[in-house]
């Protein structure tokens, strides 16, 4: 197969997986948005996390939320928990790595607030620990997985909500996340702010 064959085969698994995700995933994704803005009504706040991609995504909506998006509006209060290397490094070296959110959750979580947890697999350990931190704290649990939903999938509570990509392909299920975090961000602008219509 030559290059741009491939390049194109890549595409058009990308634009199926997205396809197969919309009429699933639409529902959730309403969900977990009226649930992050009734948080934001009620002076809560989102703290979200993950490992590798996930950390950038984690810190991709923080940054969405907390400057803009697409229009110009006050900014909105969200934590990515992956950004302070300091306190990363200092909880897996004198706890465990698998503390490195459960830890600044306990610190900063309070009821109401949201947790944005996550994984491609499902299966992270720290953002288990995370999830089962922000229960503690009475918070409420918006979950990007896929691959099934791994045992995060079963660590939520009946009002928490999960978003899982139907898909085994890790780079498929990260580019589902990335649009999901968009439609996100939208309906928070929307509901927050009303439509630019």
Known sequence: MDMKSRICQIFQASISTKQQAMDILAPHIEQAGQIIVKAFLSDGKMLS????????????????????????????PAIALTTDSSTITSIANDYSYNEIFSKQIYALGHPG????????????ENVIQAIQAAHDRKMIIVALTGCGGGMMASSL??????????????????????????????????QLFGSEE
């Open 49 to 76: 996390c993950g490992n590798g991609g996930s950390a950038s995504d984690a810190q991709h909506i923080s940054s969405e939320l907390l400057n803009r998006f697409e229009r110009e509006r006050p900014s909105l």
């Open 113 to 124: 607030d949201v947790l944005l947890a996550i994984s491609t697999s499902g299966n992270s």
């Open 157 to 190: 509570f009946k009002e928490d909500v999960e978003i899982r990509v139907p898909a085994n392909v890790i780079a498929r299920i990260q580019e589902v996340h990335l649009l999901t975090i968009h439609c996100l961000c939208d309906l928070i602008d929307n």
